[in-house]
């Protein structure tokens, strides 16, 4: 690749795939046609489809799967332990057979804002958009625009396919 990107033998690029410079790439996936921003992680066991845009500064750790032709803004970062510690119960920094990873999934077409924090085991559904910010707990349903912290359903995504969902207020 060029001198300023750091991309190990085991990831496989799709065809058409654009890298910015400063990136860390490891043992992910990386569908046809996706573009990558400058200074991304993404870790092993990663996987990002195709058609996507991954904005610069964003973190993307194992366990999370981004479907096909999402968006993914400037410095996001996903989250894939539920109980984080340095050290184990003998007081030894941890190793990977010391924890569990938590998987997070997005959906096709989904978009997820600048700045956001995506915990783990959560699924953000097709077409729904997260903005910039805000703090994904739980699953967001397909279709609707969340946002907050926690974020909260602000209201649907309307085309003449999407039936109005109920918000959380």
């Known amino acids: 690749m060029n001198e300023f990107c750091s991309i190990t033998p085991d990831v496989k690029l799709g065809k058409g795939v654009k890298l910015s410079k400063f990136i860390n790439l490891y043992g992910c996936e990386i569908g046809d046609n996706t573009k990558i921003g400058a200074f991304v992680e993404i870790q092993k066991n990663a996987k990002v489809g195709q058609n996507c845009k991954i904005s610069s500064h964003t973190f993307i750790c194992e366990g999370v799967t981004i479907e096909n032709d999402a968006f993914i803004g400037h410095g996001v970062t996903f989250i894939n332990d539920i109980y984080p510690r340095a050290t184990n119960s003998d007081g030894h920094l941890q190793t990977e057979s010391d924890w569990k990873v938590d998987r997070t999934l997005v959906k096709k077409g ?17 077409n729904a958009i997260v903005g910039a910010g805000s703090v994904v707990t739980r699953d967001v349903p397909p279709n609707v625009i969340v946002a907050g912290n926690p974020a909260r359903i602000l209201r649907a995504i309307k085309s003449e396919t999407t039936a109005e969902v109920r918000t959380n207020e």
Do not use: P, R
């Open 110 to 126: 989904a978009s997820v804002g600048s700045g956001a924090t995506i915990l783990s085991n959560v699924v953000i559904g097709e």
